[in-house]
């Protein structure tokens, strides 16, 4: 079982910075990719960014030039640098593992999430 761990989330004021972090449990080398989803309220939850075992990072087009997803494999750390914050960018945030290409749910792990508000 893999265990995700969020940290990072609070109050910023619009056009400012945030970054978060996911400590997991297990090796993220051997995940086929790790991601960063939102959440905002009556929404469903959403693709922010991943970064696959290669190295390749996708984007939601709404924070492409924003956000920067980044691992560091040695500490089995995932993060998301969060630049030129607006108040549309206020949600949970939730760490993701997929264990394989298949995304099945059970070979996807979640956090709890971290609340991220975006407001003056």
């Known amino acids: 079982q893999v265990q995700l761990v969020e940290s990072g989330g609070g109050l910023v004021q619009p056009g400012g910075s945030l970054r978060l972090s996911c400590a997991a449990s297990g090796s993220i080398s051997s995940f086929y990719a790790m991601g960063w989803y939102r959440q905002a309220p009556g929404k469903q939850r959403e693709l922010v960014a991943s970064?696959?075992?290669?190295?390749?990072?996708n984007y939601a087009d709404s924070v492409k030039g924003r956000f920067t997803i980044s691992r560091d494999n040695a500490k089995n750390t995932v993060y998301l640098q969060m630049n030129g914050l607006n108040p549309e960018d206020t949600a949970v945030y939730y760490c993701n593992a997929d264990v394989y290409r298949n995304l099945a749910p059970s070979y996807r792990y979640w956090g709890q999430g971290t609340q991220v508000t975006v407001s003056s």
């Open positions: 970064i696959n075992s290669e190295g390749r990072t």
